[in-house]
């Protein structure tokens, strides 16, 4: 009986990965109509179309869709569509004379939102490469399932609550009414900052292709750009500002902007608050430190400053400087892409809602050695957290810096590279932020010396940042004890 609800399940998985892997080939059409139009090669999309689209169909044929239950499937679900469409998406690189580990760790890196690259000179990839390189990033930065929530009715078999909680968790784990409807005013409401966006970059003198890549990496936080030296290729304060309004609005809470235009006044959202007086307070003594040690002038050091902050702190990597050199702004860069931004946004890092509770749980608990008869609740917008989700948070915060710890020794191991790069090159990809703090992987370097083994590692960490940590450990687990008991 046993063994027949597994087999159930994961029938109803292939049938679901199908349904996205059809989805996820129309797209590829895309890039390759860009690149026969410009007389680029295009028949390397033209066959990842082909692939993908007969396997899906193929796994719809051979799966199931019955009603799931439980956060194990829908745990499955979700990596297991994340892990199927990166394999997929890397066909068109690796037709492209890109190793298959090489693709997959450019895939990885697109649709998680991280913005590592293995490309030593990204100006000679053809405009389709491009255009799917950022295509991934503005696929991936609303999330694959989330998507999949307003698009396929078909979900609703399943819990969508649930589903949207396996991608993007909440301290409070809220129930939305008819979620559905909900994810597909989200949806509109990301894609349609993506066209403001890309707007406003045309408006400001960017090539409209450009803009139209720029603007998906910038909202999705992703990073991915088409010049070796990123957005500081332009030399233009304007796009670099508007690069920064838009890394900030890509790491607010989405759903924010829904209770903002539905009730038409400015909602009050605690994360919201603290990630913009974070942002601002970092900046202000980046600048400082930027302005008092290299001499760039008033107004260069405020923008240089100010973009290297948000681009780090939104997890986004485009950079316009080498601050690798920036020894205090280093630092405090490095430590801001663990905070990242707000949850139910696009950017990665462990989210400002977690950083409160944890912060508002120390405070308490010494409040309390000092007043044992005081409250010790914890409160977030308002509202008071069970003692189940502010343990939640602290579980979250355990694993993620453990993770961190053990990934970094490990990749010290596979690479035997120096400690700065190690460390640094596991932070980049488990908060999703692209680039190190070393030459290597810095802002003029990339992760093509890298081995095999190092790139697939360093995938699976952005991987596992991007879903923030809980459903690849929970599969992993789950698989593990499925063999003990055979």
């Not at 679901?16 to 295009?42: D, H, Q, R």
């Not at 308002?382 to 990749?411: C, G, H, P, Q, W």
């Amino acid at each position: 009986m046993e063994n027949h609800h597994h087999l159930q399940t994961f029938r109803s998985v292939v049938f679901i990965v199908g349904v996205f892997l059809l989805l996820f080939s129309l797209i590829m059409v895309i890039p390759a109509i860009t690149n026969k139009c410009l007389s680029y090669e295009w028949k390397n999309f033209l066959a990842g179309f082909i692939i993908t689209s007969t396997s899906g169909a193929t796994f719809i044929l051979l799966g199931r869709l019955i009603r799931l239950h439980g956060m194990p499937a829908i745990f499955a679900i979700t990596s297991c569509t994340w892990v199927a469409l990166s394999l997929f998406a890397a066909i068109p690189f690796y037709l492209d004379n890109l190793s298959y580990v090489d693709a997959l760790f450019e895939t990885v890196s697109g649709l998680t939102t991280t913005g590592a690259t293995v490309f030593s000179d990204v100006e000679k990839q053809s405009p389709g490469i491009l255009l799917w390189r950022a295509m991934l990033h503005g696929i991936g930065g609303f999330g694959i399932i989330t998507v999949g929530i307003a698009v396929f009715p078909m979900l609703k078999v399943l819990s969508l609550n649930n589903l949207l909680y396996s991608e993007y968790s909440d301290a409070t784990k809220r129930r939305l009414p008819n979620t559905r409807s909900v994810m597909i005013h989200a949806t509109a409401i990301y894609y349609g900052l993506i066209l403001l966006c890309i707007f406003f970059y045309y408006l400001a003198g960017m090539p409209l292709f450009d803009a139209i890549c720029h603007g998906m990496s910038a909202v999705s936080t992703g990073g991915f750009a088409n010049y070796n030296d990123s957005i500081g290729h332009y030399n233009d304060p304007i796009l670099k500002a508007i690069t920064i309004i838009f890394m900030i609005l890509g790491s607010l809470p989405f759903l924010s902007y829904l209770r903002i235009i539905g009730r038409l006044y400015i909602y009050h959202d605690e994360q919201v608050f603290y990630f913009v007086r974070i942002v601002i307070v970092s900046s202000l003594f980046a600048y400082f430190c930027l302005y008092k040690n290299v001499n760039l002038g008033i107004s260069l050091s405020f923008i240089d400053s100010t973009f290297t902050i948000t681009s780090f702190i939104t997890s986004t990597g485009y950079v316009v400087c080498n601050y690798v050199d920036w020894s205090f702004i280093s630092v405090l860069a490095f430590f801001l892409t663990f905070v990242g931004g707000c949850g139910g946004s696009a950017s990665g890092g462990i989210k400002v809602f977690r950083l409160i509770v944890f912060l508002r749980s120390i405070g308490n608990h010494f409040h309390l050695l000092l007043n044992p008869d005081a409250d010790n609740r914890v409160k977030f917008n308002d509202k008071t957290l069970e003692n189940d989700e502010v343990r939640s948070v602290f579980t979250f915060f355990a694993i993620y810096i453990l993770t961190f710890a053990i990934s970094s020794i490990v990749m010290s191991y596979l690479s035997n590279t120096d400690f700065v790069t190690s460390i640094s090159s596991v932070s980049a990809t488990l908060t999703n932020s692209g680039p190190g703090f070393s030459n290597l992987i810095g802002p003029s370097g990339n992760y093509s010396s890298f081995s095999n083994e190092v790139k697939l590692f360093l995938s699976f960490l952005m991987l596992l940042g991007r879903l923030e940590i809980l459903p690849i450990y929970f599969c992993i687990g789950s698989l593990f004890l499925f063999n003990r008991r055979k």
